[in-house]
């Protein structure tokens, strides 16, 4: 392992300009992993009652503290994500030093090791200024830390970087360096395993039960209303993630027999290779598309039962309420970011895997404009009719909330939620085009040297 770490380090400090970029993000992704364990550390540390100077008292009882913390942990799934989508992506000339080491007479997985122990690296050095801003940062916000905030933060700063080789040689698993100077990654084709089948059905009976359970009873179950929306989003996402691999298919076929456009033949191709590429892609742009059109409906009702009640008759001040929306939007906003940056992430690394393919079409004398245009196509033909589902999804989230509370108040028509499906695309679009100047540089014709 001594060995592995040191030639890890030899690598990282060999790398460069062009391979910063990915320690970069590398490094950003663990800085906020840092930020965020730290404050779940601190918040969990604290016992009791404390008037905490930030959070408009959000942060003053412990009830709250934990929901808080919750949070923050879920928010800790993207960013663990977009670590792993940072490990796979190499540029070229990072390959070629991992064939380096196979004809040294490294063994594959110690090839894997070795690449993750560089993420790992890149880890620590974002790790290491988070640690060094939070903790000046504490005793300012908290008179006396209680001694287990500061083992929870030395705790935090070292497993993140060990968390992110890990996730790096998990994302890592099923690439095979060769000597020779060409790496494969091979990944099959198959829909989703029985875990997530079983999954989807679980949500499925607990939303049946959520939603049944209220008419069965004649009671509104209100308390249920942040569970059910959790279970609701998380159901439809993976409604989502089937109806993009199971469509991507024949999509690919339907486009393939009816169109004559090259550009559309390639993206139509490659979906009919490998229709379910697209679904693991995706999966976190459909999560987060089901989470902000439905907590902008509910965020529409909640805002209008407040302001019906008005300030006098709250139990907290009205800020307390408003401020816990907006750090709610602010996570899921982060989220967005994180996923958007991991699908250009993915979308690059797909170019990286293909690039002896794509080198050889440019050399047949496909335009790479066409190429640009099928790069393009392959992310938004399947996307749209999941994008789709999954806003509905939201709305019908935002619209079921209204429906609860409207014995209370009546609740406004949440038409808001309709429109996060056409930004999020959007976006989406925008995320795979910041990987086209990378097309440039996969379709030279040095590559077929190593095909």
Known sequence: MRADLRLAWLLTRGSDRREWWRAALTALGAALATGIGFAIAVLTSMDGYYSVSVGSGLLDSASDRLNVSVALGLLLIPVLGFLGQCARIGA????????????????????????????????????????????????????????????????????????????????????????????RRSRPTRAPGRLFRAATWLLATTALVILVGPVLSDSPLFALGPVAVVVLALLLSCTAVWLTGSSSRQLGEGLAARTRRPAVLIAAE??????????????????????????????????????????????????????GLDLTATAILVGLALVLTALAVGTAESLATRRRGLAAQVAAG???AVLAWALLLETALPLAPAVAVAGVGGFAIGAWYASLSSATVVAPTPYLPLLVPVAVYAACLLAAACSLPLLRRSVRPAELRYA
């Open 92 to 183: 070229v000339h990072r390959d070629r030093r991992l064939a380096a080491l196979r004809l040294a007479g490294a063994t594959p997985w110690q090839t894997r090791r070795i690449a993750a122990l560089e993420s790992g690296l890149a880890c620590l050095a974002g790790a290491v200024p988070a640690a060094a801003v939070a903790v000046p940062l504490l005793p300012h916000l908290w008179r006396h830390p209680a001694p287990a905030a500061w083992a929870g933060i030395a705790l935090v700063a070292v497993a993140v970087p060990l968390l992110g080789a890990a996730v790096s040689a998990l994302a890592l698993r099923r690439v095979v360096a060769s000597p020779l100077g060409r790496v």
């Open 270 to 323: 490659r979906l009919r290779e490998d229709p379910w590429a697209a679904a693991r892609t995706h999966a976190g742009v459909l999560l987060v598309t089901v989470l902000i059109s439905g907590f902008a409906g509910v965020r529409q009702v909640l805002l209008a039962e407040l302001h019906r009640r008005g300030e006098g008759s709250l139990s907290a001040p009205l800020s307390y309420y408003t401020t």
């Open 366 to 368: 496909v335009p790479r």
